[in-house]
C-alpha cells in the first residue's frame, strides 16, 4: 500500500517570507516516482516536479526547490521569497512502480501569502 | 500544451438522477483518470482507464462507473446520484512508456452538487 501525508493543512506567511511544505510517503516499491503539483483557486492542477527514487539530487527552479531524502522518506518543497500568487493548494502525490500509473496523492497544503 | 477539458465547470443534480461528466484530451495519451477532490481529504482515484474499453477501479469506485469507446474520452457516470457525491471531480491523462510513470494533466474540474 502506498501513503503520502502532508502534515501542514493550512500554512500562513508574509510576502517575501521563505516557506517549507512538508511531505512524507510510504511504498514498499524500490523503484518509484514524487510528484508535486499546484492548485491555484482557478481549480485546475498544474504539475510541478517529478523525481524517481534513484535520484536524490536536490533540484531547483528559479524561487522553488525540493528537497528529496530518501532517508526519511521525504520530499519537502520550498518557496524562497514567497509572493501573493504562491498563494494555492500544493499537493504531494508518489506513484510505485507497481502501481501502473496510479498516483497516491497527499491531503494538499493550502498556503496562504498575505502581502 | 496538452488540453483536458471537462464538458462542465459547475452542476446542480438532483438525487436519483443520472449524471455524466465527460472529459476530453488532445495528446493521443493512453491512460485517463477520474478523481475525486474532498476537504482534507486530497484526491481519490476512483477508476483509471489505460486504453480504450479498458478500466480499472480505483479507491473509492462504489457508485460510480465509467465508459471508454474512444482514446481522446472518458466518462464518468453516477448511475443513482446520491449527495455524499457531491463533490469536484478531475480528470487526468498521462502518457505510457514502458513502467515510467509520467506526470498527469488535469482538467478544470466539474463541481457538482446533488441536491
Known amino acids: 500500500a502506498q501513503k503520502v501525508t502532508q502534515a501542514q493543512t493550512e500554512i500562513s506567511v508574509v510576502e517575501k517570507e521563505d516557506v517549507t511544505l512538508d511531505c512524507v510517503y510510504e511504498t514498499r516499491d524500490t523503484t518509484y516516482y514524487l510528484f508535486w503539483y499546484k492548485q491555484p483557486p482557478s481549480g485546475e492542477l498544474v504539475f510541478l516536479i517529478r523525481?524517481?527514487?534513484?535520484?536524490?539530487q536536490n533540484e531547483i527552479s528559479g524561487r522553488y526547490s525540493w528537497n528529496f531524502q530518501k532517508s526519511t522518506s521525504s520530499f519537502n518543497f520550498t518557496i524562497t521569497a514567497s509572493q501573493v500568487v504562491d498563494s494555492a493548494v500544493y499537493f504531494c502525490a508518489l506513484s510505485g512502480i507497481n502501481a501502473g500509473n496510479m498516483l497516491t496523492f497527499g491531503g494538499g497544503t493550502r498556503l496562504m501569502v498575505k502581502p | 500544451d496538452v488540453k483536458v477539458t471537462q464538458s462542465s465547470r459547475y452542476l446542480v443534480k438532483r438525487t436519483g438522477e443520472k449524471v455524466f461528466l465527460e472529459c476530453v484530451q488532445d495528446m493521443d495519451h493512453e491512460n485517463m483518470f477520474w478523481y475525486r477532490q474532498d476537504p482534507g481529504l486530497g484526491l481519490r482515484l476512483i477508476y483509471f482507464s489505460y486504453d480504450v474499453k479498458m478500466k480499472e477501479k480505483g479507491d473509492i469506485p462504489e457508485g460510480y462507473s465509467v465508459s471508454r469507446e474512444k482514446k481522446e474520452r472518458f466518462s464518468l457516470i453516477l448511475e443513482s446520484a446520491s449527495t455524499n457525491q457531491t463533490s469536484m471531480y478531475l480528470c487526468a491523462s498521462s502518457p505510457t512508456a514502458g513502467t515510467l510513470t509520467y506526470e498527469q494533466y488535469f482538467g478544470p474540474g466539474t463541481r457538482l452538487t446533488v441536491t
Open positions: 523525481r524517481n527514487s534513484f535520484d536524490e
